[in-house]
T-cell receptor
Framework: EDQVTQSPEALRLQEGESSSLNCSYT??????LFWYRQDPGKGPEFLFT???AGEEKEKERLKATLTKKESFLHITAPKPEDSATYLC??????????FGAGTQVVVTP | DTGVSQDPRHKITKRGQNVTFRCDPI?????LYWYRQTLGQGPEFLTY????????KSRLLSDRFSAERPKGSFSTLEIQRTEQGDSAMYLC??????????????FGSGTQLSVL
């Protein structure tokens, strides 16, 4: 059965303090690994799709990387507006999308 | 605004009542998904439509739940005889898959259901 585990569950950062979020996965035939950002009371907002090991994507202060077993979301010099829950999801060869429980990030000024 | 819209944003109901939620996807998207999310968890898949055809239903979707997408446009999710365990955020997402690319889902803001 496909599994997605995100760590840590919660992360508190000072503004400017870089850190990384982890997403470990087991999936039958990876057809894409997705990162989403979710603000309280809102639906998830798409950030990145990664397809194969070694791939990297960047957007502003966020950088996502992928290996055969895990993905990292690096937050460089975060700002308070980066506070959100970050969700990882994998799509298997059958097309099913499985989400992790998310990492709640709080960035304080 | 051409995003996914859901209505209502919040619904409070008493146990045993029926509720219906509506989702309007992005107009050119042919796929529509319903997910459920509880506090501290990621979204869980409920069901999905390609155009008007309901192609997959999760085992989570008991027979009290029914979804429709008449004419392949908007969709409704009905929950009959609500239970307290149905309290959750119900999210709708849409996508337009082309070729072999991994499709990208666009989510609405959800309907927060509270069953008293």
């Amino acid at each position: 059965e496909d599994q997605v585990t995100q760590s840590p569950e919660a992360l508190r950062l000072q503004e400017g303090e870089s850190s990384s979020l982890n997403c470990s996965y087991t999936v039958s035939g990876l057809r894409g690994l997705f990162w989403y950002r979710q603000d309280p009371g809102k639906g998830p907002e798409f950030l990145f799709t990664l397809y194969s090991a070694g791939e990297e994507k960047e957007k502003e202060r966020l950088k996502a990387t992928l290996t055969k077993k895990e993905s990292f979301l690096h937050i460089t010099a975060p700002k308070p507006e980066d506070s959100a829950t970050y969700l990882c999801a994998v799509r298997n060869s059958w097309g099913k999308l499985q989400f992790g429980a998310g990492t709640q990030v709080v960035v304080t000024p | 605004d051409t995003g996914v819209s859901q209505d209502p944003r919040h619904k409070i109901t008493k146990r045993g009542q029926n509720v219906t939620f509506r989702c309007d996807p992005i107009s050119e998207h042919n796929r529509l998904y319903w997910y459920r999310q509880t506090l501290g968890q990621g979204p869980e898949f409920l069901t999905y439509f390609q155009n008007e055809a309901q192609l997959e239903k999760s085992r989570l979707l008991s027979d009290r739940f029914s979804a429709e997408r008449p004419k392949g446009s908007f969709s409704t999710l009905e929950i009959q005889r609500t239970e307290q365990g149905d309290s959750a955020m119900y999210l709708c997402a849409s996508s337009s898959k082309s070729g072999d690319s991994a499709e990208k889902l666009f989510f609405g803001s959800g309907t927060q259901l509270s069953v008293l």
